[in-house]
């Protein structure tokens, strides 16, 4: 689903175009899919395969919309799929939430996280998947709850609501953090 | 500041880094997809281009027009600027020259699919004696096509590198030949079309002082849509034509028209843009570049069926 709320801008992109993308969205879509997915084996995953489709949906031509929207709403997108296929309802936590991974990984290893971002995405894991998402959507995407609402096909005071109760567990959860 | 600003913070600085390796691999499959697509796409464009001349049943005579003029479409502005006796000099002077090299720089737009638009660059070599050759390269200086105008074989042959093929047209048994105004001679007898250009007054280009002239729907293009056949269906067009003051040549050419769904356009409403300059009259260049260079693994797609 190509979100409408972006504003459209219509242009072919070179391979230039792609790459550069590439190299000012990969961190923080890697940030994104790991506070979503709480995985980060699986957050590399989600976001090579977006990084493949947007190359082929480049070559191919397609209109895209504001790429960074499409970028993040293509995260949301798999990320979803993640949950389907680890049959997760929508009210469960994520189990692999609780172990916090560790930074010596395997040469295939792409991201390199920082204590802070883990501890984050641990506290993320502990909030239903529709609040962690509203909650992922407004600090990466920086979209108001109307935006917001927009993707998520809900009102707009179903997504305040999510949002209200996601940042007070947030805010308990790591109650000695973000006072640092 | 309150909760929700405290965890956006917590969140932004948060970091996370990615190791190089795996970056180049990701862009090196990421590039290989990208190209993969752009091929499939050039591919599919140039059949449905051909799919659509066949369902239209050109003729041959028309066929080899439609190519001819689409390719000339750069070059008869001159017929629209230079019929006044203010240009007869420079008509005159440019009969000196065998041959010209210019650069062209030429923006294509999908009038009724907003933001659909082509850009390339195009070095175009002409010779008196031999025809021309114009090379069009995409934005990342990628060769995508080269189409030859052959005076000696009397054949169209365009290569469309990407997809790695190439067809050929001919031109034997038609009513047409190349005619000179593929070349800087022909050029001036295509002048004899009348005009009223329009003086521009005069600018400095690259150092030099041109003085220019306007022609807005000039006869000459009028009379290329009627040799098409209505095949070429060229709509409201302007160009302008720059002229060293010193040297009496033309040193830029900015055009600008519109095309109406036409072969040419794979059935597109389109609007172009050019701007022609680096104008290097009797440039001196390698013959040998009229020698049609097609790569052994570049497939032939059957033209004969619209020859027919």
């Not at chain 2, 050019?274 to 497939?299: H, M």
Request: aromatic content about 8%; hydrophobic content about 40%.
């Amino acid at each position: 689903m190509v979100v409408k709320i972006f504003k459209i801008n219509n242009r072919k992109l070179s391979f230039k175009d792609v790459e550069d993308t590439y190299l000012s969205q990969k961190n923080s879509l890697l940030k994104f899919a790991y506070v979503l997915v709480g995985n980060i084996d699986n957050a590399e995953d989600i976001v090579q395969e977006v990084f493949l489709g947007f190359a082929r949906a480049a070559g191919k031509k397609e209109k895209l919309s504001n790429i960074k929207g499409y970028l993040i709403t293509a995260v949301l997108n798999k990320a979803r799929n993640y949950y389907r296929d680890n049959k997760k309802s929508s009210n469960e936590t994520l189990d692999c939430a609780d172990e916090i991974p560790a930074n010596n990984k395997s040469p295939e290893q792409w991201a390199i996280l920082s204590e802070q971002l883990q501890l984050l995405s641990k506290a993320m894991g502990e909030l239903p998947i529709e609040q962690r998402e509203v909650v992922s959507l407004y600090m990466e995407g920086s979209l108001t709850f109307k935006q917001i609402a927009q993707i998520k096909e809900v009102s707009t005071s179903t997504v305040q609501g999510r949002f209200r109760y996601g940042i007070e567990k947030l805010q308990n959860l790591l109650a000695n953090e973000v006072t640092k | 500041m309150n909760r929700q600003e405290n965890i956006k913070k917590m969140y932004e600085q948060a970091k996370l880094n990615t190791i190089n390796a795996k970056d180049k691999a990701v862009l090196k499959q990421m590039k290989e997809i990208y190209l993969e697509e752009s091929k499939a796409e050039i591919k599919t464009t140039e059949l449905s281009l051909w799919s659509n001349i066949m369902k239209n049943r050109i003729t041959k005579f028309a066929t080899a027009a439609i190519i001819f003029a689409g390719i000339l479409i750069g070059m008869n502005y001159f017929g629209g600027a230079m019929s006044s006796v203010a240009l007869a000099d420079v008509a005159e002077k440019i009969k000196q020259f065998d041959s010209l090299i210019q650069e062209e720089h030429r923006i294509v737009t999908n009038i009724r699919q907003d933001g659909q638009k082509w850009e390339m660059d195009v070095k175009k070599y002409i010779s008196t004696k031999y025809g021309s050759v114009e090379q069009q390269y995409d934005q990342q200086g990628n060769i995508m096509t080269t189409v030859y105008l052959l005076k000696n074989t009397q054949e169209i042959i365009t290569v469309i590198h990407p997809a790695k093929q190439y067809f050929t047209i001919s031109l034997k048994n038609t009513n047409l030949e190349l005619p000179d105004f593929v070349n800087p001679k022909g050029i001036v007898e295509f002048i004899v079309l009348e005009q009223n250009p329009v003086k521009l007054g005069t600018k400095e280009i690259d150092g030099k002082k041109a003085e220019g002239f306007e022609a807005v729907n000039p006869k000459a293009m009028t009379e290329l849509a009627k040799l098409s056949n209505g095949m070429l269906p060229i709509g409201d067009n302007k160009w302008k034509l720059w002229v060293d003051v010193k040297t009496e040549l033309p040193i830029k050419i900015e055009a600008e028209y519109t095309m109406t769904e036409g072969p040419m356009t794979n059935f597109m409403a389109v609007n172009v843009v050019s701007e022609t300059k680096n104008l290097e009259w009797g440039a001196k260049f390698d013959d040998s570049i009229f020698n049609p260079d097609i790569p052994d693994d570049y497939k032939p797609i059957d033209s004969s069926a619209f020859m027919r």
